[in-house]
């Protein structure tokens, strides 16, 4: 099947200043992709360029549909969900008013897809009638990322989802993205903490300073080339 996600040389940045260095990946359905790379490698910035939040020069195609020229909210009328580094849930709406409003218009669709949050996220089911702030770190993660499931996306972008989280909630946090995977999302991983990404990942895609360097099967990245990625 044709991947729904394509960077051909994706160059990124601010005034001057070059992020993104011609980037090309991949991401098929139902594949999980983890972007790898030291604080300021470029990943925040790589997945900006994808929703046409920064300008970009090179190729981005979602779903089959050339988006480079696409303003954002047609890229993500192609199925994106993004869950941006930081999480930025409002912290005032409850967690059903939150997951609600970002469904579909229907009714029966909206419930349905409410369930299939839930069931990925059994903490955000018990915790449907609390506000946002009362939550823990990891539980404000998970409702971040059912914000983002309810639109039904066929491409998941999540960037930094274990930012601030002890591993054990980086861990719960995780839990489900095999499932999310398995149902033919494709999910694309930005972490600057690799362990976790590369246990859900099948693929990596390691960036040093805006550059791809290696894009290779999880199971051949090496110490090595970790420690490239990682050094800044
Ligand atoms: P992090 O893990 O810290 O989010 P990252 O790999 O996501 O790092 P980016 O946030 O994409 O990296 O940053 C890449 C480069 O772009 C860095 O040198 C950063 O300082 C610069 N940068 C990021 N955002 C801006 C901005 N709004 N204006 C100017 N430069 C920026």
């Known amino acids: 099947m044709s991947a729904l996600l394509r960077l051909g040389g994706l160059t990124a940045g601010y005034g001057g200043a070059v992020a993104v260095d011609g980037v090309s990946l991949a991401v098929a359905p139902g594949e999980t992709v983890a972007l790898l790379g030291a604080n300021g490698a470029g990943k925040s910035t790589l997945m900006k360029a994808v929703l046409g939040l920064v300008p970009s020069r090179g190729v ?18 192609l199925g994106l969900g993004y ?17 609600d409003a970002a469904g579909p218009s ?6 349905a897809a409410l369930e299939r949050v839930y069931a990925l996220f059994p903490d955000l089911r018990t915790k449907a009638r609390d506000t946002a702030w009362r939550l823990s770190g990891g539980q404000q993660q998970m409702l971040a990322i059912g914000r ?20 054990r909630l980086a861990g719960e946090v995780f839990a ?17 903490s690799p362990a976790r990404a590369l246990a859900v990942a099948g693929r990596a895609v390691l960036l040093r300073r805006g550059r791809g360097f290696c894009d290779a099967a999880v199971t051949d990245v090496t110490p090595e080339m970790l420690r490239s990625a990682f050094l800044t």
């Open 106 to 111: 229907s009714r029966a669709e909206r419930r």
């Open 176 to 192: 489900p993205v095999s499932a999310i995977a398995a149902t033919g999302t494709a999910v694309l991983i930005a972490e600057q």
């Open 60 to 77: 981005v195609t979602i779903a089959g549909t050339d988006a480079t020229r696409l303003p954002t909210h047609r890229r993500a009328a």
């Open 148 to 167: 983002a499931l309810m639109g039904g996306p066929r491409l998941l972008l999540l960037d930094e989802p274990s930012l601030g989280l002890s591993p």
């Open 83 to 99: 869950v941006p580094e930081g999480r930025r849930v409002f912290p005032g709406m409850s967690v059903h008013d939150t997951l």
